[in-house]
């Protein structure tokens, strides 16, 4: 092995020279001198090793060895029990014992208490409004709002997320509920609806469907599948809400306009509640449209001097609640509903309605919808819980917050809630209100129950279009994501294609099938990307062992005849041919076209010689006769016959030209390695040859491969690889792997991926290994370019610090050197 590199001779020198001089003024301006060398070179350090392939590296270095785990030792691991296991999982499975032993009295519990009062208010207005959406009686969110809070103060891992009524979620509900009980015509045909009113054959439609959602969730809990929120891209979740934004504004239009318009579902209801609305537009409700407006301005005023004075007020103002209020009381005074004719929320009874169970034939109904609202209920709410658990620096367990909120739901259909989640903007004032932990939620739940029970009739005159104004403006932050589509498409296209079909879908089509369409677009778009990478072949940067894409930089070396190519993706059955076609396209001829050219002109070669036209002289005799440079072709008088000498030493005796044999039998074996069997010598191919034969030139000798992207080959890529390999291997072309991850190599062995023709040995650390082999083996690819052109073979890196060296089996701490 030869080294990469030496110690500078300079650096040696100081170092002699400070061994041998021991004054005092000497030694300091040596080592002013060292450092000062060192400072010049701080970007620098000193590399010196053999080359090494990865054989090689494995017999130098061992490896340690490792016990991997069989499916046997996970069941067992999984199932056994001990105290410090029965501990952690009581832990896991009722996180409010982990933060309640670190709470912290005198610093948290006011904190708590003022946010839970403020959100607690929100909540009340929120449930109030959201309902409306869900296409229930206004009571029923307040529901929502307390029940699956409680369940969730135990369960849940976030400390900051307000649970409850989520508006997307609502929506969702809401298309269920229209579909299966309408504004107008018959409800559909369910045995437990007889006897009951449209109220209530809705309400039981609502239950039973949270109460599936709640078991989807529970069930994707338990069997720890909490990572299929992560196929929700950002991207996905900001066109489907901004989508579902779109309907929540559709839907509350006839409120703040106060017109009469049946709720629709399924494709294209977005359209059809449009059309429908601007038929009925002369018929408006002129107070309706005042009191929106009002509404409107005044909130969205309030709502951005928060957001610009947030630093300096203590509480941000809650105007919703303090405009709800006054809306309330003038509706009251003036009595509204008479005078004017405007809807408004009308009776809440006190207290809660004994629990309900789930009907059955709901559940087989509308089991299809229930699955999008389950993962969009959870995607949302766990991702606003890492945003802020990222902010106070703690923990969330996924698969936890599924549990929990599967519970949650579960617990409320009981009671006759709906699906919760958590509601960006009052999770926002329960943070900015200093909340600490879930005691604030527990708190604005018992601010909802004392509504509940006590003060809900005072809500009785409030305006429909009050609530629906309060919903639009909470919207904002919604719509608003509009912007990022110029965002997307000027940073990535196929995210911005994503979010705009994901978004179009889900307005069109509903949000379950715009859901549906937004993962299946997202998904081809990453398999598109795998399938279809960026390939690239690279060079080398001058003086350094660094690689990069040709394409990319100016001043780079490419050794004669050797290519490196680079696929940045895994290889697997959907990509081989494209991984195959551009290194094809890369190397400029196809070898197995090559082969089949090279043994089809073999057997003419075989059959000129056997037939007598055509005769093998080697070099030297050749010398000896009267040709003097066997290299050159020349024509020849001798005896009345044209004779022809060729680079390969071919002598054509005949009289006149030779023709092609025709005989084009047995083709099938055209694929297989030539032949030299009985053949006076070997033939250089890209020479020219006798007899008019021509075959496609190969002007390289060497092509690296580097896998450093390559994360894993299946079996249908590692199949087709070891067929192209061997196709090159074929016709001459050496092949060299570099950067090969230690578990491809290891499948590959596995797999019996070698044999005479592909050997082990052609694996290597790094390109620039690989790289140097080459140079070794062909010392005429570097001599074809000037010195300051070829590949560094030294790397030459100063470095001041230390490194840590560790044994595996050597006792004793770390060493330094």
């Known amino acids: 092995m030869s080294k990469l590199s030496r110690a500078p001779d300079d650096l040696q020198e100081l170092q002699r020279e400070a061994g041998r001089n021991t004054s005092g003024t000497h030694q300091s301006h040596v080592e002013r001198r060292q450092g000062n060398m060192m400072r010049a070179g701080a970007r620098q350090y000193v590399v010196a090793r053999p080359l090494y392939s990865e054989e ?125 009980v309408p504004d107008e015509g018959p409800a559909a045909n369910i045995t437990a609806f007889e006897d009951l009113t ?236 200093g909340g600490k932990t879930q005691v604030a939620g527990l708190l604005s739940a018992i601010i909802v129950m004392i509504v509940t029970l006590a003060v809900g009739f005072l809500l009785q005159p409030l305006p429909k279009s009050v609530l629906g104004a309060v919903i639009i403006i909470n919207l904002k932050g919604m719509l608003m994501q509009l912007r990022d589509v110029p965002y997307l498409w000027r940073r990535d296209k196929p995210d911005c294609v994503v979010w705009v079909l994901t978004c179009v879908a889900s307005v069109l089509l509903g949000l379950d099938l715009g859901l549906a369409v937004g993962l299946g677009v997202e998904l081809i778009s990453v398999v598109l990307r795998v399938q279809f990478p960026r390939c690239s072949v690279l060079a080398n940067i001058k003086g350094t062992d660094i690689y990069k894409d040709r394409k990319d930089c100016v001043s780079t070396y490419e050794p004669e005849g050797v290519t490196i190519f680079r696929i940045p993706s895994p290889i697997f059955f959907a990509n081989m041919d494209f991984f195959r076609n551009k290194l094809l396209e890369a190397l400029g001829f196809n070898p197995l076209r090559v082969l089949k050219k090279r043994n089809k002109a073999l057997r003419k070669i075989r059959k000129l010689l056997e037939k007598g036209d055509l005769r093998w002289t080697s070099p030297t005799r050749l010398k000896r006769s009267v040709v003097t440079n066997w290299v050159a072709k020349r024509t020849i008088l001798q005896r009345g016959h044209i004779l022809l000498l060729f680079q390969n030493g071919f002598l054509n005796t005949s009289c006149g030209p030779i023709n092609e044999s025709e005989d084009e039998s047995n083709m099938e074996d055209l694929d297989q390695p030539i032949d030299f069997k009985d053949f006076p010598g070997c033939i250089e191919w890209n020479s020219q040859l006798p007899a008019n034969i021509t075959v496609p030139k190969v002007d390289i000798h060497s092509l690296v491969l580097d896998f450093s992207a390559v994360s894993f080959l299946d079996i249908s890529a590692l199949k087709g690889l070891k067929m192209l390999l061997k196709e090159l291997i074929r016709v001459e072309v050496e092949i060299y792997i570099a950067v090969c991850d230690s578990y491809i190599l290891e499948k590959l ?69």
């Open 198 to 433: 449209r109220d209530a054959q809705r309400v039981l439609v609502a239950s039973s469907v949270t109460f599936l959602v709640g078991v989807m969730q529970l069930a994707m809990g338990i069997l720890q599948v909490g990572f299929v929120v992560m196929y929700l891209s950002d991207t996905l979740v900001s066109g489907f809400t901004t989508a579902a934004a779109i309907h929540i504004l559709v839907s509350q239009l006839k409120f703040v306009l106060g017109l009469q318009v049946s709720g629709l579902s399924g494709p294209l209801s977005l359209i059809y509640t449009l059309e429908i609305i601007f038929n009925q537009i002369t018929s408006s409700n002129v107070c309706d449209v005042v009191i929106s407006l009002v509404i409107m301005l005044v909130v969205f005023a309030v709502k951005e001097l928060n957001d610009r004075f947030k630093s300096k007020l203590p509480v941000p103002i809650p105007i919703e609640v303090i405009m709800t209020v006054i809306a309330c009381g003038i509706s009251y005074a003036f009595d509204f509903k008479t005078r004017y004719g405007i809807e408004v929320v009308g009776y809440i009874p006190k207290g809660y309605e004994a629990p309900v169970a789930p009907n059955m034939q709901i559940i087989q109904e509308s089991a299809m919808e229930a699955f999008p609202m389950a993962i969009v209920g959870f995607a949302v709410a766990f991702s606003v819980a890492k945003v802020y658990s990222i902010k106070h620096d703690y923990t969330i367990d996924g698969n936890q917050e599924l549990m929990a909120f599967g519970v949650s739901n579960i617990f409320g259909a009981s009671f006759k809630a709906f699906a919760a989640s958590t509601s960006l903007s009052r999770t926002a004032v329960q943070e900015s209100t």
């Open 56 to 180: 090689a590296f494995a017999e130098e270095h061992k490896t340690a060895s490792r016990r991997r785990k069989t499916m046997l030792d996970h069941i067992k691991q999984n199932l056994r029990c001990d105290s410090k296991r029965a501990k952690n999982a009581a832990l896991s499975l009722l996180p409010v014992i982990g933060w309640m032993k670190i709470y912290r009295v005198r610093e948290w519990l006011l904190s708590d208490v003022v946010s839970g009062v403020s959100t607690g208010l929100v909540a009340v207005l929120q449930g109030l409004a959201y309902c409306l959406l869900a296409s229930l009686p206004p009571w029923y969110g307040l529901f929502t709002a307390f029940f699956p809070v409680i369940i969730y103060f135990f369960l849940g891992t976030s400390r900051h997320i307000s649970v409850g009524p989520f508006p997307v979620l609502c929506l969702m509900i809401g298309s269920v509920v229209t579909r299966l």
């Open 749 to 817: 062995h596995n797999c019996c991926f070698f044999d005479d023709e592909i050997q082990p040995s052609m694996f290597f650390l790094t390109l620039h290994d690989a790289i140097l082999h080459i140079l070794e083996k062909h010392p005429e690819s570097a001599a074809k370019k000037s010195d300051c052109e070829k590949i560094m073979t030294t790397v030459t890196v100063h470095h001041p610090g230390s490194f840590r060296i560790r044994e595996k089996n050597a006792p004793g701490p770390e060493t330094k050197f």
